[in-house]
């Protein structure tokens, strides 16, 4: 085995040599003491420190105001489920059928409002159109009453033409006492009935008793210096028809047209037969 080369330590890294004596022992021990002293007065003046950012934090704290913090309400806990008794379910099965006995009858008794408001209404449709036909019956009424005095009249002044003497009188007694010349204008067939009764009633001096074939049978004129007066049938009965609001109903003038249709009514429906009844003429 070979023999390890040997360090050599060159002269500039050897320091003085110094005799080792007691003495350095003791100076090394108190170095130490130094540097424990100078360690605890460290340790010292960093819990002083220490204590001081303490004291200074609880101090800037303390000037802080408090932040208030609300809680939360804490949920409160579902209750168990509790079942309906039986009474329980007694009562809300009664409480169900009273409210559903409410819930018809108020339903029925709204249902009862609207039949007996429709009912309303028809009875007053009913009622208005009974008016209306009752208006309408009673012109038709009238109407028929008017035909069948119409055809009375005439078959009466055919049958009896001394009918025509009270409305003679009536005429002339209404007038002042008449001066000649006067004048009776008569139907030629009622003047050869009443001549001689009117010859007796009637001034021969004053009076003149003309046949005229235009006056139909039943009327007459009468002709004095200051009045003429037109008494045929046909003025006096448009007067009535004037009277009873029927005027603007050709078919009951006395004159009807041809094309009238009067109501069935046997045997006065029908008009005179020309052997009853003088022709028409036009007045003068």
């Given at each position: 085995?070979?023999t390890p ?18 003495g ?14 100078v ?10 420190a220490?204590?001081a950012a303490?004291?200074a934090a ?20 579902e ?11 007694d009562?809300i ?9 409410e819930?018809?009858l ?10 007996t ?14 008016t209306?036909?009752?208006t ?22 055919s ?7 009270p ?10 006492p008449?001066?000649?010349p ?10 050869a009935?009443?001549e001689v009764?009117?010859?007796v009633?009637l ?8 046949p ?6 039943g009327?007459c ?16 009965w448009?007067?009535?028809?004037r009277v ?7 078919d009951l003038?006395?004159?009807?047209p ?7 009514v ?5 008009e005179?037969s020309p ?10």
């Open positions: 085995m070979p080369p040997r360090r050599v330590i060159p002269r500039e890294d050897l320091t003085a040599w110094e005799r080792w004596e007691l350095a022992l003791n100076e090394e021990a108190a170095e130490r003491d130094r540097a424990e002293q360690a605890r007065e460290a340790a010292l003046a960093a819990e002083q220490e204590a303490h004291a609880a101090a800037a704290v303390a000037a802080v105001p408090p932040v208030v913090v609300e809680a939360e309400p804490v949920p409160e806990a209750p168990a489920v509790q079942w309906p008794t039986a009474e329980e379910i009562a099965q009664q409480q169900a059928q009273r409210e559903g006995f819930a018809g108020e339903a029925g008794r709204l249902a009862a409002e609207a039949e408001a429709r009912l309303k209404a028809v009875l007053t449709t009913l009622e208005g159109m009974a209306r036909f009752e309408e019956l009673a012109d038709q009424t009238l109407d028929l009453a008017l035909v069948i005095a119409r055809q009375l009249a005439r078959e009466a002044v049958a009896d033409r001394a009918l025509l003497l409305l003679v009188r009536e005429a002339l007694a209404g007038l002042p008449a001066k000649a006067a004048r009776l204008l008569l139907n030629p067939d009622d003047l009935a009443l009764q009117l010859t009633e001034p021969p001096e004053v009076w003149r008793l003309v005229d074939p235009t006056m139909e049978s009327g004129r009468i002709d004095t210096a200051n009045t003429r007066i037109e008494l045929t049938l046909a003025e006096r448009a007067h009535l028809t009873l609001g029927r005027q603007q109903h050709p003038a006395w004159h009807a041809a094309a009238e249709h009067e109501p069935p046997a045997p006065l429906a029908a005179a052997a009853q009844v003088e022709p028409d003429a036009t007045d003068e």
